[in-house]
């Protein structure tokens, strides 16, 4: 490295091994990634970030309104279910990516999650995948008008409403942690 | 001699160079993508203001941040307000530093190293 | 139905392995133009709003962002290369880092090279005349950009600058600068 390296610790890894952070953001179309804690303000930067972005893109404003919608629900929800960090807690940082390539425009959300939310969540993502557009449409009015607000009926009429906007399967991923943990993770795509 | 008063943005400073109420000031923050574009209209008042100087006029400039290319053009109007001054128009600069940004108070006292013209640098 | 690779999500533990790793918060990659540099500059002033560091760390962090990615605004090529501009800010028990890149061309590696090699030698007696001298007499659009803008960063963070260039074709270069903003 230049010159400089004495200043900084020996952990610190080199500017050259950047660059296979670079090419998997390349390979995976992901332009933006946040890691960290995220707070109301927090998901309001990053909306803001993102409508800027998509102001030299010149979207349509359907598309626009969609992917704003779904980045509120997806923010709102990592949010929401933010776990204490107590001791043994296993510390995993909760991510947001924003990707865009030729047809789609990438979304992405990773979170830890309680182990005994996970199987309601799973049912209602595959519930939400296996059905068409009016199926999504009559299971978002009966939804809402039963409303449960029990914390283990998934994730309410977010996900459907993501479903819904997005138009295409929700991908998802559960990784168990330990007994108590997972990680979620959830891709969103919507058309350009 | 043309007022003038711009607004100031997120990446633009307030301007207001207004000889009827004599207020002489730029303020604010100074990022612009295109900093000979946005001081044009002031790097222009300054040379009407060569032709037809106004006695112990003070400009003001409070800034909270500016970049490198707005440093560049900041020296450019502090040079030509020295050149006016050297020409026998008394006047005066007063740059403005936020009591807790010592970096914009060594700012004010580079540019008062720089150039030659009356330079007052106050805490606010 | 979707056949794309990133159906995959195993990616994701990567990229957050990787943004662990590197202590970093933030990371963008594409386009760069003054409504991404504000945007970009706007998430991280808030990022550092909710910190209890001093308005100092925050104002030096916010003057190393907008150099570095407005350089790459105006320096960095805008065709084929525009999707490969790099901006990270991490944070570590030093301080910020904050990390810019993006590909340039063959001929402006070692005038570049050179000057920040001479900047990291400069004592800050030095680094202040350097700077006088500059902005007497740089013209705005030198063509090796950057100019004044280096000196700016090593006056402001008072540490060297790290930098590396890789090599992309016979044509291009990418690089890359690291810079710490301590306490």
């Known amino acids: 490295m230049e010159n400089a390296s004495k200043k900084f610790t020996a952990n610190q890894s080199s500017l050259a091994h950047l660059s296979s952070f670079h090419a998997l953001l390349d390979e995976k179309d992901i332009m933006l990634v946040y890691c960290g804690e995220f707070s109301q303000e927090l998901n309001k930067t990053l909306l803001a970030f993102t409508e800027r972005k998509f102001k030299a893109e010149n979207l349509e404003d359907n598309t626009r309104r969609k992917i704003f919608n779904i980045m509120v629900e997806l923010l709102q929800n990592i949010s929401k279910n933010k776990i204490e960090n107590l001791e043994g807690t296993p510390e995993v940082s909760a991510i947001f990516m924003l990707g865009t390539n030729e047809e789609d425009y990438i979304l992405v959300t990773s979170n830890m999650i309680r182990n005994e939310k996970v199987p309601p969540l799973k049912d209602r993502l595959d519930q939400v995948n296996s059905l068409d557009k009016e199926g999504l449409k009559n299971l978002y009015k009966d ?4 409303a449960t607000f029990s914390e283990t009926a998934g994730a309410g009429i977010g996900i459907i409403d993501i479903a819904r906007k997005s138009e295409k399967k929700l991908i998802y991923n559960f990784e168990k942690i330990d007994d108590k943990f997972s990680v979620y993770s959830l891709l969103i795509r919507v058309s350009k | 001699m043309e007022i003038i008063n711009i607004a100031a943005t997120e990446d633009t400073p307030k301007v207001v160079l207004d000889h009827v109420n004599k207020v002489f000031e730029i303020s604010g923050r ?5 900093v000979v574009v946005f001081y044009q209209p002031v790097i222009q008042w300054l040379d009407d203001l060569e032709k037809s100087p106004i006695p112990n006029l003070e400009l003001a400039i409070k800034l909270e941040y500016f970049n490198t290319a707005s440093s560049k053009l900041i020296l450019d109007i502090l040079l030509k307000l020295e050149e006016i001054n050297q020409n026998g128009t008394p006047l005066k600069v007063k740059w403005y530093y936020l009591s807790s940004d010592s970096d914009m108070r060594e700012a004010g006292e580079e540019y008062s190293e720089i150039v030659s013209l009356p330079f007052e640098i106050t805490e606010y | 139905m979707n056949t794309k690779a990133i159906d995959d999500l195993t990616f994701v533990s990567e990229v957050r392995k990787q943004m662990d790793d590197n202590r970093l918060m933030l990371s963008y990659r594409g386009e760069m133009s003054q409504e991404i540099v504000m945007a970009l500059l706007n998430m991280t002033e808030h990022k ?6 001093d308005t100092s760390i925050k104002s030096r962090v916010f003057a190393v962002m907008v150099e570095c990615l407005q350089n790459i605004t105006q320096h960095s090529d805008k065709t084929s290369f525009a999707r490969s501009n790099m901006f990270m800010i991490g ?4 301080g910020y880092m904050v990390y810019s890149g993006n590909v340039i061309t ?4 070692e005038e570049l090279r050179s000057k920040i090699t001479r900047i990291n030698t400069m004592t ?4 202040k005349e350097f700077y006088k001298f500059w902005i007497k007499n740089e013209a705005l659009s030198g063509k090796s950009g950057f100019g004044l803008g ?3 960063i090593a006056r402001k963070t008072g540490n060297p600058l790290d930098f590396d260039f890789e090599k992309i074709d016979d044509e291009h ?3 890359s600068l690291r810079t710490l903003v301590d306490h």
Do not use: A, C, G
Request: net charge negative; proline share 3%; charged share 35%.
């Open chain 3, 173 to 175: 270069y990418f690089f």
């Open chain 3, 106 to 109: 063959h001929e402006k590696v």
């Open chain 3, 91 to 94: 944070y570590t028990d030093k």
């Open chain 1, 143 to 146: 939804e809402r008008l039963n």
């Open chain 3, 150 to 152: 280096l000196i700016h």
């Open chain 2, 30 to 34: 100074s990022l612009p993508e295109d």
């Open chain 3, 48 to 53: 550092l709003s909710q910190t209890s560091f």
């Open chain 3, 124 to 127: 800050e007696e030095e680094l």
